[in-house]
Each structure stands twice: as structure tokens, then as C-alpha cells.
């Protein structure tokens, strides 16, 4: 692999909306400019990266989709053609083609006819989430667009060299068989370990509970909700919070406003720079996905000593062993939410999951392994 200097980066254009899309992709452009020679990144919307040696933005348009499903398919298919048109043009600048979405179908046909190299590195069920994303409103609208994307990301991964993953369990959720030579697990997701860290100890925290992350139905931040309402009535000393912003933020405004819960603090967006402020704060964070990959605000909690409770999805299980690094809640119902909460507000030994927490991203998720895996992945 040390030939492959020149790498064209290609990214889901419609991911531009998530203000964590530029959070992850600076992390991207960190490991795969200290590696490769030039790195040509094809992205949604203008960006400039924190890690900018030798990386060159190209924008294909800023698609912003709204509730119309043709919409969202004509923008689609659009992206596509400018990102193949891009590959086409510079078809000699570049030897290796990594894709971070497993649906871009056209752009993976025009790099496996130019006999470049294909890495594809999945985060989550893409075709999961478009199933939840279109299906709120219509059921067999989702399950159509799920069968779409399924049959596009069977097809990708067909197409590709390497499929670079998290973790079994994300290969288990996307039913790829983890035994064959194309899977790979080294996927570089990191951590700053010197930005996250603990600031405050765990016991000088107050008892505070929180979510941090997106206000969007696959998060299930209604349900965290629904547990709140029930807990508040009995731990009268129990605060709440909440930070984030997305498609739910007025639904989450009138939740709080209805049932009258004055012990809600809602924050809103809250910045990456200033995240782990919060996070030393937070006596517990709760992420009640349906769905995830491996959630950036999960390693970065544990990495701040504070505990997580989470939904066994994506590769979650494979970071998270209950009671010793943090705690599964067996699913995302407000009653489930609201006995792991008590259940870990109660637990004896918290300072053991916190320094566990911290060791585990210490060894596993730092920038310097985090290079370390990829550079394997690479050369396996």
C-alpha cells in the first residue's frame, strides 16, 4: 500500500446537515492526511478542515432535501453524477477511492471501471436509517426506500476491496461474514484524550442526568423523555439535561413545557470545543438510540469519567461491558430507561467504571492507535 499516496475521499452528501458530519470528518482528514501524500475530499457543503495538510476540498452542491421523497432521490442521483463526473476528470490524480457511506452506487461503479482500489467504511446500517428517516409517515415508504439501499449497499460491498469496520457486532448488523479476507476491523475512530479528559470527580459532580446528541427519532430522545417525567415524581434531588439540536427540538420544547418539568434544563446545541465541560458535569449520560454505529459521544463521555447508559446496537457491546465500563439497558422503552437509571445511580462501585472507562479509550481510542489500525488495514 505504500504506493497509494494519491486517495480520493468520497462522503454522503446529505450527512452535511448534521453539524457532528464536520466533527467526524475532521477526524477522518487527520488520520488519512498523516498518511497518504494528497487526499482529494469530495463533501455536501463548504468546509474547511482542521487538518488541512494536503487535503483539497472539492464541493458537489449543498443538498438540502426536504419532506419531498422525489426531492430527496433527484438530489441524490445528482450528487452522484457530479461525484462520478469528479472521479472521471481526475482519474489520474488518484490510486485508492475510500467511500464513508455504503450507498454512493454510481460513484462505486465509475472507481471499480477506472481499476482503482475501494475501501468502504460504514458507520451504521445506512439502509436502517433511511427506513427510519422516510418511514415516520409512511411505512411502506420506508420499507421501499429500505430494500433500495439495501440492494445499493450489498451491491457496494460487492464492489469493494476492504470493507474497514468498528467492530463484529457492526458486521453482524450489516450481515457481512467477518471471516472473509475483504473485512477488516480497524476502523480509525479516536478520541483527543488530552481535550477529553476528566476534569471534575465523579463524586463532586451533582446528581445530574443528561442527553447530549441529536433531537432526531432514531435517537429516542421522546423516550428519554417519557423515563424523566416518571423518575423526577420519585428522586425529588435528580436534575435533567439536554443538549443537542435537531428535527425533534420543538416536540422536546413542548414535552418539557406540557408535562411542567421544570427540572429540564434544555441547552441546546452545544459546541464540540465545549462538550467536555458538560460531559464533567454529568453524573450519567443516557443514549437511548435505536440505531448507531459507534457513538462519538459515548467514548468521548467515557473518556471524560462519565458513565454511559446505552441501547445494545451497532458495535456498543463490544465497548461497553455493563457494570464494568458503563451500563446496557436491554431496549430504549421509558420504563427500561427509568430502571437502568435508578439502577446505576445506585450501583456501589462508580469509580471502578470511571477509571475503566478512561483506560479503555486511553489504549483503544486514542489518535495514536487509532492511526496504528488503519495502517494495518491498509497493508492487510
Sequence with gaps: MENKLHVFLITYPFLSRYPNYYIVMDKYICI??????????ILGSVYCPKCDKNVEIRYCGCFKPGKNVFNFLIQHILAEIKTVIMLLKDR????????????????????????????????TSAPAGVKNAHGKNSKVLGNLFYIFYKLFEGMNFYLSDKIVLNSPKIAENLHLDIKTDKIILNNPIFVDTAHFRI??????????????????????IINFLKAVKYISDDYKDLNFFIGGDGPLK?????????????KVEFMGWISHEDLPEYLNEL????????????????????????????TPVGGVLDVVTDEKTGFIMQDN????????????????DMN???LNSRKLIEDKYSFKTALERFKLALES
Design 32 to 41: 488519512f492526511s498523516s498518511i497518504f501524500n494528497r487526499l482529494y475530499v
Design 333 to 348: 422503552s421509558p420504563d427500561c430507561i427509568e430502571k437502568n437509571i435508578i439502577r446505576a445511580l445506585n450501583f456501589q
Design 352 to 354: 471502578k467504571i470511571v
Design 92 to 123: 489520474n490524480e488518484y490510486d485508492l477511492v475510500i467511500f464513508l457511506a455504503g450507498e454512493p452506487i454510481l460513484s462505486a461503479f465509475m472507481s471499480k471501471l477506472l481499476k482503482k482500489e475501494i475501501i468502504f467504511l460504514p458507520q
Design 283 to 310: 453524573k450519567l449520560l443516557v443514549i437511548p438510540s435505536y440505531i448507531e454505529g459507534l457513538p462519538n459521544i459515548m467514548l468521548e463521555a467515557m473518556a471524560c469519567g462519565t458513565p454511559v447508559i446505552i
Design 250 to 262: 420543538s416536540e422536546v420544547l413542548n414535552f418539557i413545557a406540557d408535562n411542567n418539568m421544570d
Design 199 to 220: 476534569q471534575k470527580k465523579y463524586n463532586q459532580r451533582n446528581d445530574l442526568v443528561g442527553y447530549i446528541g441529536r433531537l432526531s427519532s432514531e435517537k429516542g
